[in-house]
């Protein structure tokens, strides 16, 4: 009989990429529960997307030009959405982009109503800056839920990740309302992964529309 962790696998690599979007009012599946990843450049969210679908096409899609700066949609399973939203945070983009960046972010997180969790991650070795103070405000304001994924963690000592561990819960004290739980992973040691698996299998159950 195959494993939890093998049933979690073939649920994940039943995936389909339904599109980029500029505009929330064109994101299709609006029937289907949904869950978003979101963080700052460069902070793995394209890595972890892969890992968690054991697939290298999902991100892929995300990486290439023209649509690392729409929110892109896959389904998985018929089951369950993953948005993949723009990187924020990022210095080198003009202000015109940067705008309409922070429109599509903030139009879909306040808007979605089907959006039942935001994965905000964090790279375990920058640890939280003021970008992602902002977003956790922004989505507080906007009532909805979300969880912290601490990413890269191969890359720091188990005392360091300990001490962000800390620090984050002790600021989430301020957000108890929507703050729902810590995640660590590393999608090159594939740590973590798992259980951010079973979330959103979690998440695909709980919340059938
Ligand atoms: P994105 O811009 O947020 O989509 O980030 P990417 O997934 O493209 O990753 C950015 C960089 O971090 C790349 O060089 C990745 O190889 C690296 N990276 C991503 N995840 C991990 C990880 O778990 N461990 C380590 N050491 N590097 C990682």
Do not use: W
């Not at 005392?159 to 600021?171: P, T």
């Not at 989430?172 to 590393?186: D, H, I, V």
């Not at 740590?191 to 529309?209: P, T």
């Amino acid at each position: 009989m195959p494993s939890g962790s093998r049933l979690l696998n073939i649920f994940f690599s039943k995936n389909n990429f339904l599109g980029s979007f500029n505009d929330i009012k064109n994101i299709p599946n609006p029937n289907l529960p949904e869950c978003c990843f979101i963080g700052r450049s460069n902070v793995g969210k394209s890595s972890i997307i892969n890992a968690i679908t054991k697939t290298k096409k999902l991100a892929k899609i995300s990486k290439t030009p023209g649509r690392t700066q729409s929110a892109n949609l896959f389904e998985i399973n018929k089951t369950i959405n993953i948005v993949d939203l723009p990187g924020y945070g990022y210095a080198k983009i003009s202000k015109n982009t940067r705008e309409q960046l922070t429109f599509l972010i903030e139009s879909y997180i306040s808007k979605r109503t089907n959006l039942a969790k935001i994965f905000v991650l964090i790279d375990c070795k920058v640890g939280v800056k003021n970008s992602d103070i902002n977003m956790f405000d922004f989505i507080l304001t906007s009532n909805k839920i979300f969880a912290i994924v601490l990413t890269k963690i191969d890359k720091c000592r188990v005392d360091f990740i300990k001490k962000q561990h800390k620090s984050i819960l002790s600021l989430m004290k301020n957000y108890n309302k929507n703050f729902t739980q810590l995640f660590s992973s590393s999608s090159n040691k594939n740590e973590g992964i798992l259980d951010l698996q079973k979330e959103i299998f979690n998440l695909s159950k709980e919340n059938e529309i």
